[in-house]
């Protein structure tokens, strides 16, 4: 059994009651935080400390996420000049760090606060300010998902490319990744992030490609791939990147694997763990292994279920 860190309620809760944070009724937005972790710790498994670390962020996750989706989108109120409101930006960020105890909710909250912002941030803001906004947002996530990694770059490469429906959750998604392949020269083959971006492309992007959305018997498995690949590939274009284009091609393919084995129903979302799991019954809620993430197995998980010929 993992070793399991166990904090005491009211402290916990006192302690949030002292930081200061951009947003407008926060006392009923923590309220509803502090209300989640009281029924967390009303647990059995956790109030009689015997919950190991991975039981203990399955019950974190299950009851803390849905305040965390219900608050947004979150009021943020941001001063008007630049020097300030990054300085808020910060803050709000931090609120991730002091709140929330697991990767799923940190990233959940800012992935929130990611399109909250462009939003409602002051009109009179240059571009450059939002950008570097966005890049405090995205260096958060970075560092909360691969806290092993070490950062060689010590000022973030620009990235001119823009997808016209920015400020939502789909924007966010495309431009983390490429800031992620040009800044960080990685790409994942798993993340909470990447299956987030999945789960948006499975539900907004995808049907489109299909025959008929309104019907998922009606296939043209091989077309409708195609075509998907075209809409990702070209938002994951760059004109230089140190990450060879060849993990960039096997990062595609694999993330339209997976959008398809999900689509079609022979993996589900679970976003209790981030990841996709295998259907065994949907009926009865029985699942089996997630989703293979290296990518010749993911390729051979694929073919078992989908046929391209």
């Known amino acids: 059994m ?3 860190t166990y904090t005491d309620y009211n402290s916990t809760v006192e302690t949030w009651s002292q930081a200061k944070y951009p947003i407008n009724n926060l006392e009923n937005l923590l309220g509803s935080f502090s209300k989640a972790l009281k029924e967390i710790y009303s647990s059995p498994e956790i109030e009689n400390k015997q919950a190991n670390q991975e039981t203990y962020n399955s019950i974190y996750n299950k009851i803390m996420l849905n305040p965390i989706f ?7 109120v941001w001063r008007d000049k630049e020097s300030e409101f990054l300085t808020d930006i910060s803050s709000a960020i931090s ?3 002091n709140i929330f105890e697991t990767i ?3 990233n959940a909250y800012l992935i929130s606060l990611a399109v909250a912002f462009k939003k409602s941030a002051p009109k009179d803001l240059s571009g450059d300010v939002l ?3 966005s890049e405090l947002i995205y260096e958060a996530i970075f560092n909360i998902e691969n806290s092993d990694q070490q950062n060689s770059n010590l000022e973030n490469t620009k990235d001119d490319y823009s997808y016209l429906a920015d400020g939502q959750a789909l924007a966010f998604q495309i431009q983390y990744h490429r800031w992620m392949i040009i800044n960080k020269s990685i790409l994942p083959e798993t993340s909470y992030m990447r299956n987030r971006f999945i789960n948006i492309v499975i539900r907004k992007n995808f049907p489109k490609h299909t ?3 309104e019907n998922k018997t009606e296939t043209s498995y091989a077309e409708s791939r195609s075509k998907l690949k075209d809409e990702i590939t070209q938002h994951m274009k760059f004109d230089k990147s140190e990450l060879p284009s060849e993990i960039i091609e096997k990062w595609i393919n694999s993330f339209i694997n997976n959008v398809m084995l999900v689509y079609y129903g022979f993996y589900k979302w679970d976003k209790l763990r981030g990841d996709f799991y295998r259907v065994i019954d949907l009926e009865n809620s029985q699942f089996g292994e997630k989703i293979p993430d290296q990518f010749e197995e993911n390729n ?3 073919s078992k279920f989908i046929n391209l010929s």
């Open 95 to 97: 609120l991730a760090h």
């Open 2 to 4: 993992s070793e399991t």
């Open 211 to 213: 025959p008929n959305p």
């Open 131 to 133: 950008h570097s906004a």
């Open 300 to 302: 051979k998980e694929f």
């Open 104 to 106: 799923e909710t940190k």
């Open 70 to 76: 219900d608050s947004h989108p979150i009021e943020f």
